[in-house]
């Protein structure tokens, strides 16, 4: 199954399919997060449970922040903050067959970088 949502709101929670009961298998969800120009967006990982495996070869979770992406699984994106570069920010789950999990729960807020003086000048 494949299945893409868009965000637009100021604010919200996104979990996985069926959280906090385990995902599903054989799944490729995408989240795209945007926010208005001149804004950013900041996720924060409040719950992560996925499939333990070498590399996240399996079950993972991919943010792209606009300039990186960044993988998880495991427990490893427990506390985690990222902030965009942009104002668009995009949420990958990606599953296989074998092995379930609770998943994840995050939050995630437009928000403004403040200016910094930085070389004489505003940036
Ligand atoms: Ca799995």
């Known amino acids: ?6 965000r637009t709101e100021a604010q ?5 399919p069926c ?9 490729t969800c995408r989240w795209s997060l945007q926010a208005p120009a001149g804004f950013i967006i900041q996720l924060t ?13 399996y079950d993972r979770v991919v ?3 606009g300039s990186a992406d960044v993988t ?11 902030n965009s570069t ?12 074998n092995v379930q999990k609770r998943g994840f729960s995050v939050r995630f807020q437009h928000g403004r970088l403040r200016k910094s003086f930085i070389n004489g000048g505003w940036l």
């Open 1 to 6: 199954m494949w299945v893409l949502t868009v």
């Open 63 to 65: 943010v792209n922040t």
């Open 19 to 27: 959280y906090p009961q385990n995902y599903p298998n054989s799944l």
């Open 45 to 57: 990982f409040l719950d992560f449970d996925l499939e333990v495996a070498t590399d996240c070869i």
């Open 86 to 97: 942009g104002n668009v920010m995009e949420l990958f789950f990606i599953t296989y067959v």
């Open 72 to 82: 998880f699984c495991r427990q490893s994106a427990n506390g985690t903050t990222l």
């Open 12 to 16: 919200g929670e996104i979990t996985s």
